[in-house]
Structures are given as structure tokens and as C-alpha cells.
């Protein structure tokens, strides 16, 4: 298993446009987390979903973003009219329900709105 | 309210010398306490994690921490650090029955001085 890929690595758009990130989690995970982070900020939880139920949204998600995980494997994010605020690294994990085990995290998609 | 505090912003220390970064968290119940690691533009790299049992844990790269639950802290330490140590380096809690989701603190920017 190659970890947690994220697609694209960065994209930038303008303002008003919609966006779409992709997550493929590692194979055998059934949790699927999305955060965001913002320049000199720690990671802030978004979502997260268990096989394809979205169990948890932070107040952090407005309406313009959805996410999805149609059959409990990859994962996307949308972000409808992007607003400058919306410029952040996306961070994808993915992690067992088993106890006491790690979350592994994505490279990043790293959006920028002009 | 949960959250984790890195009291420190930017940490400067000399090749060969020790290190402490200091991580303090207010969390309802016993949480799983991790410190990732994150180089520029990059995703998060796990260094080490507690989850329960000894509270002197080992991680990758020659790091430690302690988990001290009467101080509610978690500070990562290593004995003589290298160059390749520059990066921003996060603590984060979680517990599994919350779902698994974790809270960071803001980061540590260590940069180290040849």
C-alpha cells in the first residue's frame, strides 16, 4: 500500500469557482478524516466519515462544503464559490476503528483563491 | 473545552543540542497523545504516540516524550539534534471513542543552527 494519496497537490482558482479534492485512503482503513490548515496554524478537523457514513462535522464546514465517501473507500471534498478565506492546505487520514492505532495523513492539497 | 496548547512559537537550537518542546492539552477523558512532524508544503509525518501503558514513549528519528497526567503534558524531547530536525512539529489528543479525531496545537517551528 502506497499511504493515504490526495489529488491534486495544489490548485489554484479564482474567486466564485467550485472545487473538488480527492482522497484515497490506505486500503484496509474504515475511517476517513478531512482538516484544514491554515498558514502557522495546527490542523482543524472538518469531517469525518466511517466506510460511507459521515458520523462528525465541525461547525468549521459551511454550507459551500460537502463531502462525500459514496462506497466507503475514496472520499471527496467540494467547495462551492470559493472565497479568499478558503485558502488553506486540505489534509486527508485515514485510520483503523481498531484501538490504539494512528491516523496516517495525505501529502495535501494545498488550494489558493485569487 | 478540549484543546492543546504549544506555549512555544519558534524554537532556535544549536546542531548537537538537546531539544524540548513543550505540549500541554485540556481533554474530558484519557486521551491518545501524538506528535507529528511537518517539513514545508508537506503533509504530517508521525514522530510518536501514547496511548496507555509505559509513559515514556520512543518514536522515530531519536525523539522521546513523557506523558505526564498530573501536569496534563506531553513534551517531546531529544538528546542532540541534527540539522535535518528543522521543521514544524505539532502535538495532537484524540481518544478513539470520540470517533478518533484529532485536536493540534498551533506548532513549534524548530529551526537549528549549524
Known amino acids: 500500500d502506497t499511504g493515504v494519496s490526495q489529488d491534486p497537490r495544489h490548485k489554484i482558482t479564482k474567486r466564485g469557482q467550485n472545487v473538488t479534492f480527492r482522497c484515497d485512503p490506505i486500503s484496509e482503513h474504515n475511517r476517513l478524516y478531512w482538516y484544514r490548515q491554515t498558514l502557522g496554524q495546527g490542523p482543524e478537523f472538518l469531517t469525518y466519515f466511517q466506510n460511507e457514513a459521515q458520523l462528525e462535522k465541525s461547525r468549521l464546514l459551511s454550507d459551500r462544503f460537502s463531502a462525500e465517501r459514496p462506497k466507503g473507500s475514496f472520499s471527496t471534498l467540494e467547495i462551492q464559490r470559493t472565497e479568499q478565506g478558503d485558502s488553506a492546505m486540505y489534509l486527508c487520514?485515514?485510520?483503523?476503528?481498531?484501538?490504539?492505532?494512528?491516523?496516517?495523513f495525505g501529502q495535501g492539497t494545498r488550494l489558493t483563491v485569487v | 473545552a478540549q484543546s492543546v496548547t504549544q506555549p512555544d512559537i519558534h524554537i532556535t537550537v544549536s546542531e548537537g543540542a538537546s531539544l524540548e518542546l513543550r505540549c500541554n492539552y485540556s481533554?474530558?477523558?484519557?486521551?491518545?497523545l501524538f506528535w507529528y512532524v511537518q517539513s514545508p508544503g508537506q503533509g504530517l509525518q508521525l514522530l510518536l504516540k501514547?496511548?496507555?501503558?509505559?509513559?515514556l514513549v520512543q518514536g522515530i528519528k531519536g525523539f522521546e516524550a513523557e506523558f505526564k497526567r498530573s501536569q496534563s503534558s506531553f513534551n517531546l524531547r531529544k538528546p542532540s539534534v541534527h540539522w535535518s530536525d528543522a521543521a514544524e512539529y505539532f502535538c495532537?489528543?484524540?481518544?478513539?471513542?470520540?470517533?478518533?479525531?484529532?485536536?493540534f496545537g498551533q506548532g513549534t517551528e524548530l529551526s537549528v543552527k549549524p
Open positions: 501514547y496511548f496507555s501503558g509505559d509513559t
Open positions: 487520514a485515514s485510520s483503523s476503528t481498531v484501538p490504539n492505532t494512528e491516523a496516517f
Open positions: 495532537a489528543v484524540g481518544a478513539w471513542n470520540q470517533g478518533g479525531k484529532l485536536i
Open positions: 481533554y474530558g477523558a484519557t486521551p491518545y
